[in-house]
């Protein structure tokens, strides 16, 4: 199996440096399920797409912290891709950014969360699971952190899983498009240090809810299994 990861993370600050980024994190977790995968990682939000989806078996797009209703032309190049992708038959999985770029380039809708940002960890009931997710527990835990969410599921697309604060925390769209609001990349590490970094930007209250949160594990490696399967699935049938 052979994935294209676009980065769409824009976070280039001092926090960033010293931790791995997406092209390395998305590849970490998916080798830890399956370790002869092989990976290609473009930097879609500086402007480096790939020229061509020949001998790519799937894609994975990345969560940032840019909207993705901002004005940039990476974003503007990135929905045209995504639906080329998809005319193409590609299989895809977004997580956070790409959860909601997906459902945007194909006509669905994103808009703020109504109760303010979601940090720390989260639990989603499965409400409408796909095959591929039958191994996972339910509800199922993942970090998330976001202040935008799908708001209306692109035209032929059903919600596979809802949080109290998240009506779509991910969907699927037949077997070539599958998506999650959250994080399965991150480690507990990484949130731990990511909750310090944006303590000033969430306010006490997030912050220490996010916190005591992070006392309970999360279901990451079982979510990279069920993305694994997806794209098993994906490709057997293509």
């Known amino acids: 199996m052979h994935l294209g990861v676009l980065v769409t993370n824009t976070d280039e600050s001092p926090f960033a440096q010293r931790h791995p980024k997406d092209g390395e994190k998305f590849p970490l977790m998916m080798r830890a399920v399956r370790p002869d995968w092989r990976f290609s990682v473009w930097q879609v939000k500086d402007g480096d797409f790939p020229d061509s989806f020949e001998g790519l078996d799937g894609v994975m797009l990345t969560g940032s912290p840019a909207s993705v209703h901002d004005d940039a032309d990476w974003i503007a190049r990135l929905m045209e891709t995504i ?20 459902a945007l380039a194909l006509g669905g809708a994103v808009g703020r969360n109504p109760g303010g940002y979601v940090h720390g960890l989260t639990h989603s009931r499965l409400t409408h699971p796909a095959p591929w997710m039958a191994d996972l527990p ?9 202040v935008e969410q799908v708001t209306a599921l692109p035209p032929g697309a059903r919600a596979t899983s809802a949080s109290e604060d998240c ?72």
Do not use: K, W
């Open 138 to 146: 339910d509800p199922v835990r993942l970090y998330g952190s976001h």
């Open 83 to 102: 639906r080329a992708m998809d005319r193409h038959g590609l299989p895809m999985f977004g997580a956070c950014f790409g959860h909601q770029a997906i």
């Open 167 to 238: 009506p779509v925390a991910g969907f699927v769209r037949g077997d070539r498009i599958y998506t999650t609001q959250h994080h399965p990349e991150m480690t507990p590490g990484f949130i731990a240090a990511l909750t310090d970094e944006l303590a000033g930007y969430l306010g006490p209250d997030v912050t220490a809810r996010a916190r005591a949160s992070l006392s309970e594990p999360a279901d990451g490696r079982a979510f990279a299994d069920s993305i694994a399967r997806f794209f098993d699935t994906a490709s057997s049938s293509r």
